[in-house]
């Protein structure tokens, strides 16, 4: 009897304690990308040192679509072990994968999960990360790099978005 109470005692420690490490990693994640609104692009280009700097975590120069760097390089300076791709499909493999729209089997959206736009055949062509998302809404807020204030996956900087739901295709968890 007292092996099995000392064995429940570990095994909620361990999850209590994975819990806060999520939780402090997701803040940390957090400030890191609220730290960058207002980053803009030198010339529209795909450039200026931030966006470079965004990219070269993904071994990539100006003059790239950086949307997806962002997110490596936001996870990088976070230490949150995630792939390093500045091509957006790639941050939605199915074992981290918790939300595609239409799904009845959705995990609930957390703060700095990888938001994915997709097209109409489902394929993502833009990402960003959720800042809040509130069940019973049809808005979520985020934070997203190559966008601009109309919402565009080919935008000037970074940018704290209010989007619709129904514009978010996918989400996945790495934290």
Not at 27 to 47: F, H, L, P
Not at 79 to 92: D, E, H, L, R, T
């Amino acid at each position: 009897m007292g092996k099995n109470k000392i064995g429940i005692l570990c095994v909620f420690w361990l999850a209590c304690s994975i819990s806060v490490f999520s939780q402090n990693i997701n803040r940390r994640v957090a400030e890191i990308y609220t730290a960058e609104i207002g980053v803009r692009e030198k010339t529209g280009n795909n450039d200026g040192e931030r966006v470079e700097e965004y990219l070269r975590v993904c071994g990539l120069g100006k003059g790239y679509a950086w949307c997806a760097a962002f997110i490596s390089w936001t996870f990088d300076k976070a230490g949150v072990k995630a792939i390093k791709s500045a091509w957006s499909p790639n941050w939605f493999p199915a074992n981290k994968t918790i939300y595609v729209r239409g799904n009845k089997n959705n995990l609930t959206p957390n703060r700095a999960d990888v938001l994915g736009i997709t097209r109409t055949n489902g394929s993502v062509y833009h990402v960003g990360f959720i800042d809040e998302w509130t069940n019973g809404s049809n808005f979520c807020i985020s934070v997203e790099g190559n966008t601009n204030n109309a919402g565009s996956a080919e935008g000037d900087g970074v940018y704290k978005k209010r989007r619709l739901k129904s514009q978010i295709g996918k989400v996945s968890r790495w934290i």
